[in-house]
């Protein structure tokens, strides 16, 4: 029996909404949205719309009110908050925009840190992140602090960090936007090799268009909901035009 999911990520009806104490305002209303195993989705749209509060829902950092919310297969939505930790812990990997590294250690030990929670010898996790920085093109770099590489560097240290599980789905909120082009190409090349793995997939927020040629599809979301979905590369193209082409 094959059991492998054809979708990373599929959600239904995702409702969410916030209270400041005196109103409730909806932040997603019936939200659908789907990422599949082999691909780069890109999710797009205006500042406020609510892609984070989706990719957080989507990660089980944040609890939906209502709809259904189902990744690599499982439902995390009908799971226990310890069941969606470890679920988490397994399956996904995340990345920032602010990279959010540890200052005070070296780029190996903080590519480290989430082996030695999941308690792995530090001989062992000393080696795994060093195979990771390898393939992330800073083999050379493991020994240096943070603060020493230049933007795009550290932001492939998140992603070798986010790889050391080898979780099949990466989750990235505007990862290229603190980048200039050239370490933007570099960490979306990376991205997009992750991304070719058939049994992995990408999942980017971005308000980049430097991005955009990079992905196989796209999610536009408005005011809380998918308004269009672009689902290849050449509608990407032409919705975008010359904004895509580099
Ligand atoms: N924890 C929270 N408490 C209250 N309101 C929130 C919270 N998180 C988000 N919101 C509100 O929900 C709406 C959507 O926020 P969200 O962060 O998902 O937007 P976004 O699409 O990621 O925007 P941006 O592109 O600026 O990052 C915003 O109006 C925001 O103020
Ligand atoms: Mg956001």
Do not use: W
Not at 11 to 27: I, L, M, N, Q, Y
Not at 189 to 194: P, Q, T
Not at 197 to 208: E, F, K, L, S
């Amino acid at each position: 029996m094959n059991s492998t999911p054809t979708f990373a990520v599929r959600t239904k009806d995702v409702a969410k909404s916030f209270h400041d104490g005196v109103a409730e305002t909806p932040v997603l209303r019936g939200t659908q949205f789907d990422a599949r195993l082999g691909e780069m989705m890109l999710l797009v749209g205006p500042s406020g719309c609510g892609k984070t509060t989706l990719l957080s829902i989507i990660a089980g950092t944040l609890a939906a009110d209502a709809g259904e919310i189902e990744v690599m297969g499982q439902r995390i939505d009908q799971m226990s908050t310890a069941a969606v930790t470890k679920f988490r812990s397994t399956q996904l990997g995340f990345i920032f925009q602010q990279f959010n590294l540890i200052p005070t250690i070296s780029v190996a030990e903080n590519v480290s840190v989430p082996l030695l929670i999941a308690g792995m010898s530090s001989r062992k996790a000393e080696d795994r992140a060093r195979e990771l920085l390898t393939r992330v093109g800073l083999g050379d770099r493991a020994n240096t602090r943070p603060g020493r590489l230049s933007g795009g560097q550290q932001q492939r240290v998140a992603i070798a960090r986010a790889l050391v599980h080898n979780p099949p789905l990466i989750i990235c909120d505007e990862p290229t936007s603190a980048l200039d082009s050239e370490n933007g190409r570099q960490v979306m090349e990376i991205l997009r090799s992750i991304a070719g793995d058939p049994g992995r997939c990408v999942v980017i927020v971005t308000h980049d268009n430097r991005t955009y040629r990079f992905a196989d599809r796209m999610a536009e979301m408005e005011d809380g909901v998918i308004q269009r979905v672009l689902n290849s590369p050449a509608e990407i193209a032409e919705a975008y035009g010359a904004a895509v082409v580099h």
